[in-house]
Structure formats: structure tokens, C-alpha cells
């Protein structure tokens, strides 16, 4: 069982920057491959971005390739996305989520473990 707590969403103005963190418990967290994910009001939940249990292979969603950064430290069993250039859409509650497997899948139906979210608003 994996547990992941994330942090770091708030409130900020379009063109801002916000660092999201996941922490997640236990002794195995280089062996899952973690996704960001996110869900607007009346809206299914997306894919934000990926990445393998290295760090070395990452996917991104057309819609933020290029402002949204995902990286991990094994080290720290933390997993972040960095986000740059916010838009008034890309407001929603974000995700983390653990796999079973290091390699990652696109597909949130394909991930094992969730966090609780953290909101994410951004503002004109």
C-alpha cells in the first residue's frame, strides 16, 4: 500500500508559477512509474504528465507541453510538477498517482494509488 500526500497548489495570477510535491510513504517508490493528473468542475480527469521510475522518460499532455515540468527524487519519494505560464484554464485539482510497474501509462484508470488532490486556481 502506498500512501501519497501532495502539496503545494494556491491561488495565482495567469502567467504564474506554481511547484507541486507528492510525497509518498514507503520503502518502494522507485519501483512505480507516477502521474499528475487533473479534474475541473464538470470535467473528467485528465492527464497532466508522467514519468518512469528514473526520471529518464517523462510524457506530457499537448496542453501544457512546454510550461509543465514533472520530475522525482527517488531519494526523497517525492515526485513535482513544476508549472510555468499558468492559464485561466489550466485551474482544476490536481493529482498524484503511484503504479505498480516502472514503466508509466497515460490512462488514470491505469494507475494504482491516488493522492487527495490539491486545488490549483489560477486567476486573471
Known amino acids: 500500500q502506498v500512501q501519497l500526500v501532495e502539496s503545494g497548489g494556491g491561488l495565482v495570477q495567469a502567467g504564474g508559477s506554481l511547484r507541486l510535491s507528492c510525497v509518498a510513504s514507503?520503502?518502494?517508490?522507485?519501483?512505480?512509474?507516477m502521474g499528475w493528473f487533473r479534474q475541473a468542475p464538470g470535467k473528467e480527469r485528465e492527464t497532466v504528465a508522467a514519468?518512469?521510475?528514473?526520471?529518464?522518460?517523462?510524457y506530457y499532455a499537448d496542453s501544457v507541453k512546454g510550461r509543465f515540468t514533472i520530475s522525482r527524487d527517488n531519494a526523497e519519494n517525492t515526485v513535482y510538477l513544476q508549472m510555468n505560464s499558468l492559464k485561466l484554464e489550466d485551474t482544476a485539482v490536481y493529482y498524484c498517482?503511484?503504479?505498480?510497474?516502472?514503466?508509466?501509462?497515460?490512462?488514470?484508470?491505469?494507475?494504482?494509488?491516488w493522492g487527495q488532490g490539491t486545488q490549483v486556481t489560477v486567476s486573471s
Open positions: 514507503g520503502r518502494t517508490f522507485s519501483s512505480y512509474s
Open positions: 498517482a503511484a503504479r505498480r510497474s516502472s514503466y508509466y501509462r497515460v490512462l488514470p484508470s491505469e494507475y494504482d494509488y
Open positions: 514519468i518512469n521510475w528514473s526520471g529518464a522518460i517523462t
